[in-house]
């Protein structure tokens, strides 16, 4: 598969639950095949049949014409995105583009700084009341980005928030979540989720990931989902960490205490230059 020579054009969403699959196979086929291109639109799974079949469509077909009919050539783009929050597609010569790391840091009050953060913040998860899902990448209608200000109200989920922006940010790649954590025993599961929170308080998420831990204290080092979004000039940025996201999670666990240490977890988000 990964040396195949086909002419091939990858059709993804970035709320899509394949979308680390899509993304891990155009990095593969195009270490040795030119010919391969990338669309990544604001889409679910479920919506790739029905709202986003126009873009498909005229994508799918404008490259059969190139490569099966008269017009031949490459599009002129390898990748074409589109960057949520701003409402605009865009073209690049490929995925991740160029960006420059901005760390922020977690700190025990609440908030998500350029500076260092400082103390310890305790959650637990009860698997008799499991924290709940919220949109998100899955494969069913409530997928996608939705407002998560329920959700970040329970007591086992953990926010931290910046200041709103002085300026327009563009996060462009999958962004990282460097977490000192702690689970109380045994294997247990982390969901880190990154949201835009607007003007009005609405908080929509934009990337996120689950992952497993083990009991030993040590730095989770999680790579979110990959993600084209501008946080525009007034938003905040929010990190969001539970112990699950029910049903999604598909991780049964026993009652389970977290802390994390705030002075060495940090949030790396790629930002495009």
Same mark, same amino acid.
């Given at each position: 598969?990964?040396?195949?020579? =086909?002419?091939?054009?990858?059709? %993804?969403?970035?709320?899509?639950?394949? !979308?680390?699959?899509?993304?891990?196979?155009?990095?593969?086929? #195009? &270490?040795?095949?030119?010919?391969?291109?990338?669309?990544?639109?604001?889409?679910?799974?479920?919506? =790739?049949? !029905?709202?986003?079949?126009? @873009?498909?469509?005229?994508?799918?077909?404008?490259?059969?014409?190139?490569?099966? %009919?008269?017009?031949?050539?490459?599009?002129?783009?390898?990748?074409?995105? $589109? @960057?949520?929050?701003?409402? &605009?597609?865009?073209?690049?010569?490929?995925?991740?583009?160029?960006?420059?790391?901005?760390?922020?840091?977690?700190?025990?009050?609440?908030?998500?700084?350029?500076?260092?953060?400082?103390?310890?913040?305790?959650?637990? $998860?009860?698997? &008799?009341?499991?924290?709940?899902?919220?949109?998100?990448?899955?494969?069913?209608?409530?997928?996608?980005?939705?407002?998560?200000?329920?959700?970040?109200?329970?007591?086992?989920?953990?926010?931290? =928030? #910046?200041?709103?922006?002085?300026?327009?940010? &563009? @996060?462009?790649?999958?962004?990282?979540?460097?977490?000192?954590?702690?689970?109380?025993?045994?294997?247990?599961?982390?969901?880190?989720?990154?949201?835009?929170?607007?003007?009005?308080?609405?908080?929509?998420?934009? #990337?996120?990931?689950?992952?497993?831990?083990?009991?030993?204290?040590?730095?989770?080092?999680?790579?979110?989902?990959?993600?084209? $979004?501008?946080?525009?000039?007034? $938003?905040?940025?929010?990190?969001?960490?539970? %112990?699950?996201?029910?049903?999604?999670?598909?991780?049964?666990?026993?009652?389970?205490?977290?802390?994390?240490?705030?002075?060495?977890?940090?949030?790396?988000?790629?930002?495009?230059?």
């Amino acid at each position: 598969m990964a040396r195949a020579s =086909t002419p091939t054009l990858l059709i %993804g969403g970035w709320k899509d639950f394949f !979308v680390e699959q899509t993304i891990e196979q155009y990095h593969a086929l #195009s &270490e040795h095949n030119p010919a391969v291109a990338l669309t990544m639109g604001p889409w679910t799974h479920l919506d =790739t049949a !029905v709202k986003a079949a126009k @873009v498909i469509d005229a994508e799918a077909l404008a490259w059969f014409d190139r490569h099966l %009919g008269e017009r031949g050539g490459q599009r002129s783009a390898g990748v074409r995105i $589109h @960057v949520s929050g701003a409402g &605009e597609w865009r073209d690049l010569p490929s995925w991740p583009p160029k960006t420059a790391d901005w760390t922020v840091h977690p700190n025990a009050d609440g908030r998500l700084t350029e500076a260092e953060g400082a103390g310890l913040i305790e959650f637990r $998860h009860d698997p &008799e009341d499991p924290t709940p899902a919220v949109g998100g990448h899955h494969m069913s209608p409530g997928a996608g980005s939705r407002d998560n200000r329920k959700l970040e109200e329970r007591a086992d989920v953990v926010t931290f =928030t #910046s200041d709103p922006l002085p300026g327009d940010v &563009e @996060v462009l790649g999958s962004p990282r979540v460097d977490l000192k954590l702690h689970p109380d025993a045994g294997d247990r599961g982390v969901f880190v989720r990154i949201c835009d929170v607007d003007p009005r308080g609405r908080s929509w998420n934009v #990337s996120e990931v689950f992952r497993k831990v083990v009991s030993e204290a040590g730095t989770l080092v999680v790579d979110n989902s990959p993600c084209a $979004h501008r946080f525009r000039a007034g $938003h905040r940025i929010r990190l969001q960490v539970s %112990g699950g996201a029910f049903p999604r999670d598909g991780h049964s666990q026993e009652p389970a205490g977290y802390v994390i240490e705030c002075p060495d977890s940090r949030v790396h988000l790629p930002v495009g230059r």
